[in-house]
């Protein structure tokens, strides 16, 4: 049976598809720039990277031309890439050991397990932050040392001061030495290697999750290792977005030892914290609540299993889950 995670304490949201009223305002925010020449190549170590074209065949994924007729997206021979905002380049306070970061999260067992990808429906939600802080709901793999941490993130995050406003937007992380000298948001750095057209990597919810409403609007994010190449790659729904090059890590190529799913907040200076999942505590009905549903994994084998409850514990700074 799927099993399902209610974030408890703050409130945050995720991604789905773009509404078609929507669609231009959102191509704004984006540059068209020529796939070779966007800021994955300018990582001394992917100089000479050749772009991966097919992916693992147990898949079900869109082909790269295949395009729905109210979408708009970037011509051939290009991707998009968010317009990065002044003043934000250096700003990386993911680490753990950064003060006033609130969690509550579900996570693997440390038993020796490695995993190759994991995935999970994502309820969508708004919330309204202050400039300096961010809350997020997203899942994590990662494998290494604390000092050597390879770490992927994504998912969904309300974070005014990466973007300049406090709309919900995808988005995504990485780190290959425990947030030391590498990694950052989404293309800021070189590493994320985007493959597809249309505009998905820090691109706002057009439709989110209505408290009390009768419906509950979901994304559906994954990131799996490729068998072939090794590389992570990342979808949405059924879309290759992109990936994060095998080069880029030492551990993760072994695969994830640590599979997190959950939510992520950061308070502003005045040690106020923002909201996490939709800002309500978890009730009975969980459809009220901020939550992950049909949560999976990739075993070692590159098999989708679900997430087994008995090899998995909770973590939370306030435990108020309902299994």
């Not at 934000?88 to 753990?96: G, N």
Request: overall charge neutral.
């Amino acid at each position: 049976m799927s099993l399902h995670l209610v974030l408890c304490l703050f409130s945050y949201l995720l991604l789905t598809q773009v509404a078609e009223g929507n669609i231009d305002s959102i191509l704004k925010d984006f540059d068209c720039v020529d796939i070779y020449k966007q800021p994955a190549f300018q990582h001394p170590l992917l100089k000479h990277h050749k772009i991966q074209e097919k992916f693992s065949s147990n898949e079900k994924l869109k082909r790269k031309d295949e395009y729905q007729p109210n979408e708009k997206y970037c011509p051939k021979g290009t991707v998009p890439i968010l317009r990065q905002r002044n003043g934000t380049e250096s700003f990386h306070p993911d680490t753990v050991e950064y003060p006033g970061q609130h969690f509550a999260v579900l996570e693997n067992m440390l038993d020796g397990s490695i995993y190759r990808g994991a995935d999970a429906l994502i309820s969508l939600h708004n919330l309204t932050l202050l400039n300096n802080q961010y809350s997020k709901d997203q899942i994590w793999l990662e494998n290494g040392p604390r000092d050597q941490l390879n770490s992927i993130q994504f998912g969904l995050a309300v974070h005014p001061r990466l973007y300049g406003d406090s709309l919900t937007r995808f988005t995504i992380y990485w780190t290959g030495d425990g947030y030391k000298r590498t990694g950052c948001y989404n293309t800021k750095c070189p590493g994320f290697v985007i493959v597809s057209r249309v505009p998905l990597i820090g691109t706002i919810f057009a439709d989110t999750s209505v408290y009390g409403g009768n419906e509950t609007v979901y994304t559906n994010p994954k990131v799996f290792q490729d068998g072939f190449s090794g590389n992570w790659i990342l979808r949405i729904f059924d879309r290759v977005v992109g990936y994060w090059p095998k080069e880029l890590f030492t551990h993760l190529n072994k695969g994830a030892s640590l599979v997190r799913f959950g939510g992520n907040t950061f308070p502003s200076p005045d040690g106020f914290s923002p909201p996490m999942g939709n800002g309500y505590f978890p009730s009975h009905d969980f459809y009220k609540s901020s939550h992950f549903s049909k949560v999976k994994v990739k075993n070692s084998n590159y098999e989708t299993i679900d997430f087994e409850k008995q090899r998995t514990r909770r973590y939370a700074d306030s435990y108020q889950f309902i299994d």
